[in-house]
């Protein structure tokens, strides 16, 4: 499976942003798509996941409220909507695929397949 983030860009406190995460190739039942995030000189981080097959999202306790998982059946794209921006959220955004789940992991080294990542820049 290939994953292809996009959609990071400047934007200001407050403001909203939404990236894509583009899926091809082939996935399973038991796929799930999440999104990490990593600052200069920090840890890769969860932000939130879905499964493939539909359901409802999960999410970092640092995020809820203020951004939302959807999925794109007809594009097949995961889309990670981000409203209220701080400029804690400026990181590179990556979004992962975890082919053979058993949940919706936190832990990144449970995904093996990653897109290039996105860089999100939110001003004060």
């Known amino acids: 499976v290939q994953l292809q983030a996009s959609g990071g860009g400047m934007v200001q406190t407050g403001d909203s942003l939404r990236l894509s995460c583009a899926v091809s190739?082939?996935?399973?039942?038991?796929?799930?798509i999440g999104w990490f995030r990593q600052a200069p000189g920090k840890e890769r981080r969860f932000v939130g996941g879905i499964w493939w097959s539909g359901g409802s999202p999960t999410y970092a306790d640092s995020v809820k409220g203020r951004f939302t998982i959807s999925r794109d059946n007809a594009e097949n794209t995961v889309h990670l909507h981000m409203d209220d921006l701080k400029p804690e959220d400026t990181a590179v955004y990556y979004c992962a695929a975890d082919l053979a789940a058993r949940m919706i992991s936190g832990n990144w080294k449970t995904y093996t397949s990653w897109g290039q990542g996105t860089l999100v820049t939110v001003s004060s």
């Open positions: 190739g082939r996935t399973f039942s038991r796929s799930t």
